[in-house]
T-cell receptor, first 112, second 113 residues
Framework: KNEVEQSPQNLTAQEGEFITINCSYS?????LHWLQQHPGGGIVSLFM???GKKKHGRLIATINIQEKHSSLHITASHPRDSAVYIC??????????????FGKGTKLTVNP | DAGVIQSPRHEVTEMGQEVTLRCKPISGHNSLFWYRQTMMRGLELLIYFNNNVPIDDSGMPEDRFSAKMPNASFSTLKIQPSEPRDSAVYFCASSLFSNQPQHFGDGTRLSIL
């Protein structure tokens, strides 16, 4: 089982819809990142959070440390939101160091 | 701010050749990361540096891979000898500190024939 699981793997929505992408992890973490990778390949860091909720424009990220779960929400989705969204956790290893572990990504397509 | 600059953008070479990927981090950033992305395995951290010192290279696949950071503004990832299974997109990222959001370069798409 992967340490970081994302769902769904693929998501198709109509413009304007509210979108939720989920990330569950099985390890202790110090922080969680949401990344966006556009069809051209460029990667942008959207959020880094260790508790609660963060909002940036139409994007909202939440994390529940007890449940080891995070969600990325997109309100009023737009075709330009079409991208792969990747969840990554800063996992705490047995030796006490940290390493970044990535989910496989959720491919979002927003149709006009 | 120019962002993280990687070169080359694309590299096609024959197996057995030496490949060198280059990265210039954002000025003032203390941490630099090298990642590999493939369809099968997704994004994987290969190695990261803090203040030019390699901190965690546990993701480096094998001895054919090596990374250096001779100064705060330049890093290389070298593969020698290259193999077809090394074909991937290699990303470099930098951050102010290792626990801060990372800024990614555009990646180098590497194809080993």
């Amino acid at each position: 089982k992967n340490e970081v699981e994302q769902s769904p793997q693929n998501l198709t929505a109509q413009e304007g819809e509210f979108i939720t992408i989920n990330c569950s992890y099985s390890v202790g973490i110090s922080a969680l990142h949401w990344l966006q990778q556009h069809p051209g390949g460029g990667i942008v860091s959207l959020f880094m959070l260790s508790s609660g909720k963060k909002k940036h424009g139409r994007l909202i990220a939440t994390i529940n440390i007890q449940e080891k779960h995070s969600s990325l929400h997109i309100t009023a989705s737009h075709p330009r939101d079409s991208a792969v969204y990747i969840c990554a956790v800063r996992a705490i290893t047995q030796g006490g160091s940290e390493k970044l572990v990535f989910g496989k990504g959720t491919k979002l397509t927003v149709n006009p | 701010d120019a962002g993280v600059i990687q070169s080359p953008r694309h590299e096609v070479t024959e197996m057995g050749q030496e490949v060198t990927l280059r990265c210039k981090p954002i000025s003032g950033h203390n941490s630099l990361f090298w990642y590999r992305q493939t369809m099968m395995r997704g994004l994987e951290l290969l190695i990261y540096f803090n203040n030019n010192v390699p901190i965690d290279d546990s993701g480096m696949p094998e001895d054919r891979f090596s990374a250096k950071m001779p100064n705060a503004s330049f890093s290389t990832l070298k593969i020698q000898p290259s193999e077809p299974r090394d074909s991937a997109v290699y990303f470099c990222a930098s951050s102010l500190f290792s626990n801060q959001p990372q800024h990614f370069g555009d990646g180098t798409r590497l194809s080993i024939l």
